[in-house]
């Protein structure tokens, strides 16, 4: 059990502190405000706790689908909140677009990875035995993912700008196609999307349930046997934000040049 919550909390840990070192570190190389990027984590936040208090209910909905539609409507809108922001950071005057998809993306964020931490603790409540054990192993799977958030941070916000730009967008390109895998397979759970055979298994070189199948999971929305959908989606989406993180690099290449 304790290797199991280290696991499970690192693979949330992870995903949340991956996306907020990214866009804190483009909102200072874009000098914007700090106030609506922590009003945002405020934000998230408390709309985790209430989405977590209220998950018994929310899951009856949609013929007891709810919790997988909810989340993976929260994937896609972080999905189109990245594309916007990558959008607008190749265009003047950026700040009002870029400034509510950054708050877009950290909201989503949080309510989704925090509240399913909430959640994942609330099961052991009154289990006294196991509850201890589901902490320590939330603490440590929490210290090591938000470690590594930190050391991504000062990694990427010490770079010179052009690859600090060249270094976020990147990162902004490989979640917003996890997003869209994870939220595909969210529906596909639902029944929304049909099923269909995976096209590959290679849960036999890298397991699911391994730390580093949850921190690719995080990264890359890896799945062992996707379905052509899955596939589909991930690499349409890379394709599009690719394309547009392409764009807007070369506009601050002119203006760094300049």
């Given at each position: 059990?304790?290797?199991?919550?280290?696991?499970?909390?690192?693979?949330?840990?992870?995903?949340?502190?991956?996306?907020?070192?990214?866009?804190?570190?483009?909102?200072?190389?874009?000098?914007?405000?700090r106030r609506y990027f922590l009003?945002?984590?405020?934000?998230?936040?408390?709309?985790?706790?209430?989405?977590?208090?209220?998950?018994?209910?929310?899951?009856?909905?949609?013929?007891?689908?709810?919790?997988?539609?909810?989340?993976?409507?929260?994937?896609?809108?972080?999905?189109?909140?990245?594309?916007?922001?990558?959008?607008?950071?190749?265009?003047?005057?950026?700040?009002?677009?870029?400034?509510?998809?950054?708050?877009?993306?950290?909201?989503?964020?949080?309510?989704?990875?925090?509240?399913?931490?909430?959640?994942?603790?609330?099961?052991?409540?009154?289990?006294?035995?196991?509850?201890?054990?589901?902490?320590?192993?939330?603490?440590?799977?929490?210290?090591?993912?938000?470690?590594?958030?930190?050391?991504?941070?000062?990694?990427?916000?010490?770079?010179?700008?052009?690859?600090?730009?060249?270094?976020?967008?990147?990162?902004?390109?490989?979640?917003?196609?996890?997003?869209?895998?994870?939220?595909?397979?969210?529906?596909?759970?639902?029944?929304?999307?049909?099923?269909?055979?995976?096209?590959?298994?290679?849960?036999?070189?890298?397991?699911?349930?391994?730390?580093?199948?949850?921190?690719?999971?995080?990264?890359?929305?890896?799945?062992?046997?996707?379905?052509?959908?899955?596939?589909?989606?991930?690499?349409?989406?890379?394709?599009?934000?690719?394309?547009?993180?392409?764009?807007?690099?070369?506009?601050?290449?002119?203006?760094?040049?300049?």
């Amino acid at each position: 059990m304790l290797i199991n919550s280290v696991i499970i909390i690192l693979r949330e840990v992870f995903e949340a502190a991956l996306i907020v070192s990214v866009l804190l570190v483009l909102s200072q190389k874009l000098q914007l405000p700090r106030r609506y990027f922590l009003s945002s984590l405020g934000l998230g936040g408390v709309l985790s706790i209430f989405y977590a208090r209220h998950i018994a209910s929310i899951s009856m909905f949609f013929d007891g689908v709810g919790q997988e539609i909810l989340n993976a409507c929260m994937h896609l809108m972080t999905f189109i909140c990245l594309l916007f922001l990558i959008f607008s950071m190749g265009r003047r005057p950026y700040y009002k677009t870029t400034v509510w998809a950054i708050a877009g993306c950290l909201s989503a964020t949080l309510v989704g990875e925090g509240s399913e931490i909430i959640i994942y603790i609330q099961g052991f409540i009154g289990n006294e035995q196991l509850l201890e054990t589901v902490l320590a192993g939330s603490f440590i799977g929490a210290g090591v993912g938000f470690s590594v958030g930190v050391f991504m941070y000062y990694l990427m916000i010490n770079l010179r700008p052009r690859k600090g730009v060249a270094v976020c967008l990147v990162a902004l390109v490989l979640i917003s196609a996890s997003m869209t895998t994870q939220a595909f397979q969210l529906l596909i759970q639902a029944d929304i999307l049909i099923s269909q055979s995976p096209l590959w298994n290679t849960s036999s070189w890298v397991s699911e349930g391994s730390v580093i199948g949850q921190i690719l999971y995080a990264l890359l929305g890896y799945e062992s046997t996707p379905t052509p959908i899955q596939v589909g989606g991930y690499f349409l989406s890379l394709m599009l934000s690719s394309a547009l993180a392409f764009k807007t690099f070369k506009t601050f290449e002119w203006e760094m040049d300049e």
